[in-house]
């Protein structure tokens, strides 16, 4: 009763009505991305003022030299700003205003490629399914990482039809090991295009390595398997800190602490100046497929 009877009540009478530009996106090193640009307004005024840009200008520079870029507008009146591809290490800053509206400004550094790592997969004492991601050279403070892992079984049946499944594993957490507890396994993890990234720094390592656990069951179920091969290999990713931070507020924001309201489930985090959003980028590697588990009978 205690856990799901406390409310908060606070006022939206004295937010101020200024709109503000919208900056949204993410830069992936060695490839495209999508920069989108927006008019917010304040929910109080919702209807009332028009979000369309008007007379827009725009400005991305790569190491103090400007980009050009191509735009189309977007359905609400924003502006959907195509880029090239930019290279690990590249300083990004953008600008962007409109009539009526202060000039809303953000940077970020590409990140370098993912470290050095090796990979091992092995079954702990409850019989979870465990991928120990290990850097074999860790770099200077300051650094964040994202994990998604992808599988693929091979199950051969008793009478000799094969049968294969692939996609991407789900994170899983016990739901008896509450965050409270200091010991208990509860990563903050984004589900994005039909998988979980998992997130963390150097501060979430033990001895340079990193463990995710996997949804796999500890045993497949008898339907007359004769032998199972299942594999795995995992998405690599590493982001500068501003991209790390906004995916983190998503995460702690859609958790188990913000949905008995012990925590707030607006918590967010914004990198533009002047303005309100996410500019970050990020880079990635894929290591290759490795065999995470067989059985036989």
């Known amino acids: 009763m205690s856990a799901t009877g406390c409310e908060y009540h606070f006022e939206l009478d004295n937010i101020v009505e200024d709109p503000l530009i919208c900056i949204r996106s993410y830069m992936p090193a060695g490839d495209s991305a999508v920069i989108r640009i927006n008019k917010t307004v304040p929910v109080t005024v919702i209807g009332k003022i028009d979000t369309a840009l008007i007379s827009p200008s725009y400005s991305l520079t790569c190491n103090g030299k400007e980009i050009g870029l191509y735009d189309t507008w977007s359905e609400n009146g924003g ?22 509206m202060e000039t809303a400004s953000a ?14 997969t092995f079954q702990d004492e409850k019989g979870f399914s465990i991928t120990k991601i290990h850097l074999t050279d860790m770099p200077e403070k300051g650094n964040y990482y994202g994990a998604a892992i992808e599988y693929y079984s091979v199950t051969e049946y008793e009478d000799g039809s094969p049968y294969r499944e692939y996609g991407f594993v789900f994170v899983d957490f016990n739901d008896e090991e509450l965050p409270l507890d200091y010991n208990g396994y509860y990563p903050y993890y984004i589900y994005r295009g039909n998988k979980d990234v998992v997130l963390w720094s150097e501060k979430d390592m033990t001895e340079g390595a990193y463990e995710i656990r996997m949804d796999f069951k500890r045993h497949p179920e008898n339907y007359g398997y004769k032998r199972i091969e299942r594999y795995i290999r995992v998405h690599l990713l590493r982001f500068s800190e501003e991209m790390y931070r ?7 924001t859609d958790n188990f602490l913000a949905s008995l309201g012990f925590s707030s489930p607006s ?21 290759d497929w490795i065999q995470e588990r067989i059985w036989e009978k």
């Open 79 to 100: 502006l959907y700003i195509k880029t090239g591809s930019f290279q690990s290490g590249d300083r990004l800053e953008i600008t962007a205003t409109a009539e009526g």
């Open 107 to 120: 940077s970020t550094i590409v990140p370098e490629s993912f470290p050095e790592y090796s990979i091992e």
């Open 246 to 252: 906004t995916l983190y507020a998503e995460a702690a």
């Open 267 to 287: 918590f967010t985090y914004n990198s533009i100046d002047n303005g309100t959003g996410y500019f970050g980028a990020y880079s990635y590697t894929c290591s």
